[in-house]
């Protein structure tokens, strides 16, 4: 017997509410296997019960919207673009410790065993795989001594660690190099240039290695010798000009001058509002200077390990970034060429290194005043097989991101882990996270900061824009 109207009306109503349920179970079946999919690139976190903050278990896609596809294709297509074991990439833990250990956990390169600094060992991953540290250990705190003994304790576990030079890390060398060197024009600004952030630390080994030894001034002259030993003289603001003019364009030189000259009118203020006398301060830094850089000195490892760039596939790592003369150089000599052209500047010439383009690759935010990465640049480094600059240096508040600039992908990983930092950002705790580069191909973002993990996975994207350019819906769009 035929149906009504109003009859068939209700049998396709009722129909049309079965299809929209099962397009709902078929969505969410689909996003949960994408989840799924995606959660299985996620490392295990050893001992997170012993950290402050959650970290993320779930993770989403991670795809970079300026990215032209011939990257993509490039990256998913050859397996050399891709690093031989995962890489751990942690940046900027700027003297905190705890955040420091934390990333590292994080990363699934190590477990957590305790509640206390130094309380962790490798897993399996992390005994296998290579930690970069993008620089910047060192500076803000609350523990500069903290710091390095945890990084100290990483590499004596047997952990394969790329260590790089950070623009706070530089600065401290240069300074202490500079209390070395005969007086000079262009170095003997270098100890007072490291201004009010070196303080802190000076605090930290006074208190340490001086404070309760009753001799621990002895053989340190009078304020005013120490006062003429660590500041440049009177007539630096009219000799440095000659001295810096092969280095540094007129303008910068003028900025240079109006930064000592505020930094030699507070430094002496801020010693003494920290409780340091300048003999205290001299005498700090002659025990940095020991420390450090001589041969058998508790951290002389730290400056003896550190690269200015490391290569891994078609990544390349660097604190801060690039410009058209390190290009260069990399084109024509590759990442080891630069690495030796870097020791060889520090100890050669300072300040024709930290006035220069080499340093640039570790204070460059890609501002006008930096030196330029243009498009030739970026095809020079294309024609090495390098495709993503990995680096720190500029302080996110939501985790990693992508960025392309001048044709380059960059991916951004200071995601702010010092609580010093995260203070002035307006963030809680201690920060957490790293960016895990995987032989298989993908790239995983985890930050504390973000509810999810994100991951990079240019071979799936591809197929999957692929499957929708291909599919009949696509198709009858087109035509």
């Not at 890390?169 to 490291?194: I, K, N, Q, Y």
């Not at 920290?274 to 850089?293: I, M």
């Not at 550190?306 to 970034?321: D, I, W, Y």
Request: with cysteine; proline share 5%.
């Amino acid at each position: 017997m035929a149906k009504g109207k109003a009859s068939k009306k209700a049998d396709h109503k009722a129909d049309r509410k079965v299809d929209k349920k099962a397009g709902k179970r078929g969505g969410k079946k689909a996003a949960s296997a994408a989840t799924r999919r995606l959660s299985r690139h996620l490392p295990r976190y050893q001992g997170a019960d012993w950290l402050p903050h959650a970290l993320p278990t779930r993770a989403e896609v991670w795809t970079p919207d300026d990215a032209p596809g011939r990257l993509q294709q490039a990256l998913a297509g050859n397996a050399a673009s891709w690093p031989a074991r995962r890489v751990f990439f942690i940046s900027d833990p700027h003297a905190d410790a705890e955040a420091f250990e934390a990333s590292l956990v994080a990363s699934g390169g190590v477990s957590k065993s305790g509640p206390g600094l130094g309380d962790f060992t490798l897993t399996r991953p992390g005994r296998k795989g290579r930690f970069i540290i993008g620089g910047d250990c060192l500076d803000k705190g609350p523990s500069n001594l903290a710091m390095l003994r945890s990084l100290q304790q990483l590499i004596d576990s047997g952990a394969r660690v790329t260590l790089l030079a950070g623009n706070h890390d530089m600065r401290l060398l240069m300074g202490l190099m500079a209390l070395e060197r005969l007086r000079s024009p262009r170095t003997e600004h270098l100890f007072v240039r490291m201004g009010h952030k070196v303080i802190p630390l000076l605090q930290e080994v006074h208190a340490e290695y001086l404070d309760d030894r009753a001799n621990a001034l002895s053989g340190i002259p009078s304020n005013k010798v120490c006062r003429r030993r660590l500041f440049p003289r009177d007539s630096w603001f009219e000799t440095f000009p000659a001295q810096a003019e092969s280095v540094m364009p007129e303008g910068a030189i003028d900025k240079e001058l109006a930064r000592l000259r505020k930094k030699v009118g507070h430094f002496e203020a801020a010693c003494d509002k920290a409780g340091l006398s300048l003999r205290q301060v001299y005498a700090a830094a002659l025990k940095l200077r020991e420390l450090f850089l001589h041969p058998k000195g508790e951290f002389a490892w730290f400056f003896q390990r550190m690269c200015l760039a490391h290569r891994e596939g078609a990544f390349l790592f660097v604190h801060a970034g690039l410009d058209d003369e390190v290009a260069g150089i990399i084109a024509a000599e590759g990442v080891a060429g630069l690495n030796r052209r870097f020791d060889r500047a520090v100890v050669e010439d300072p300040c024709g290194f930290y006035y220069g383009a080499l340093a640039n690759t570790l204070r460059t935010k890609y501002r006008s005043v930096d030196f330029p990465l243009t498009e030739p640049g970026m095809a020079r480094l294309h024609e090495q097989g390098l495709q993503v600059v990995v680096h720190g240096h500029i302080n996110l508040t939501r985790g990693q991101q992508w960025r392309m600039r001048s044709g380059m992908l960059h991916l951004d990983g200071d995601i702010t882990l010092d609580r010093h930092s995260r203070r002035k950002e307006g963030l809680a705790g201690s920060g957490m996270g790293a960016t895990i580069i995987h032989p298989a191909g993908q790239v995983i973002g985890i930050s504390n900061d973000y509810p999810h993990a994100r991951v990079f996975d240019p071979a799936h994207d591809l197929a999957a824009a692929t499957s929708r350019a291909s599919s009949p819906k696509s198709k009858a769009a087109s035509s």
